[in-house]
């Protein structure tokens, strides 16, 4: 008989890692704010997930990178994109460069949010060392739930700078992660940018940027509070940079005298499919 949701223990869910790791990123990723108990459950499932992949893919030779690679390209397409509309109706009614600041500064706090938990669970573990082993999972689950929170971020400023990234949606995850991996904004006048970002050469790009982010918060283990203060710190730096350089970048993209974020100046876009 199944244990009601209600009545389990955070963390205890068995997740199937072909079809769980996906809805719980998109949960962890949702607009909103989530509890903290509720967080740290998520990322508990999450983690679980994450460690029978892993397990599965060291059976089939599969590098780390490699599979990190492939996990996120699964998940990416649910990731919840906000049209333009939506996002000035969750922000207050901003527009333009306001609504764009409060966009990173939103994927700052959540990213700093995810960064704190995982680097005080990494800390008590550190205090533990029977418990050790099951760290590095959930510093895998924290790298792909930032990843995501900055992918949202990126696709979600080019809503406001009104650079259009046709396709499906799948295709449309496809190219807003690989810009991520780049760390620059979709060019939609380049011919077939779309279609061939999931090229050799944007793969390898996509392996070493989520293998940089672990590396990042492998720093997060440490003894007592460290891992808290480094991992919420850490994250929140890398998203405001990443800010900083997609807007950068979109504003050049941007038709000549056209200004970002008019709402009502396109057509929304439909979300990325579930």
Do not use: C
């Not at 869910?13 to 967080?39: F, I, K, Q, S």
């Not at 050790?132 to 930032?146: C, D, F, G, N, Y």
Request: hydrophobic residues 45%; charged residues 25%.
């Amino acid at each position: 008989m199944a244990v009601p949701e209600k009545d389990r223990q955070p963390g205890s869910e068995v997740a199937d890692p072909e079809n769980e790791v996906g809805e719980l990123v998109g949960r962890l990723t949702a607009p909103g704010e989530l509890e903290p108990a509720e967080r740290r459950r998520l990322l508990g499932r999450l983690a679980r997930a994450l460690s029978t992949g892993a397990r599965k893919a060291r059976e089939t030779g599969a590098g780390r990178g490699r599979w990190l690679a492939d996990v996120f390209l699964n998940i990416a397409p649910r990731i919840p994109i906000r049209d333009l509309h939506t996002l000035a109706e969750h922000h207050h009614g901003l527009t333009g460069e306001e609504l764009a600041d409060d966009l990173v500064r939103t994927a700052q706090k959540a990213t700093m949010t995810v960064g704190a938990i995982g680097g005080a669970l990494a800390a008590a573990e550190f205090a533990a060392p029977p418990l050790l082993l099951s760290a590095p999972a959930q510093l895998v689950a924290e790298t792909i739930v930032v990843a995501a929170i900055e992918v949202k971020l990126l696709a979600e400023l080019h809503e406001v700078y009104g650079v259009r990234v046709q396709g499906t949606g799948t295709q449309r995850a496809v190219a807003f992660t690989a810009a991520w991996a780049k760390q620059r904004g979709v060019d939609p006048l380049a011919p077939a940018s779309v279609s061939l970002a999931l090229g050799a050469a944007t793969k390898t790009a996509l392996r070493n940027r989520l293998m940089r982010t672990l590396g990042r918060h492998l720093t997060t283990f440490g003894p007592f509070l460290t891992g808290a203060v480094a991992g919420g710190a850490l994250n929140r730096m890398a998203t405001k940079k990443l800010g900083e350089a997609i807007r950068a970048d979109l504003r050049v993209k941007l038709p000549s005298g056209d200004a970002p974020g008019a709402v009502g100046s396109a057509t929304p876009q439909d979300q990325l499919d579930a």
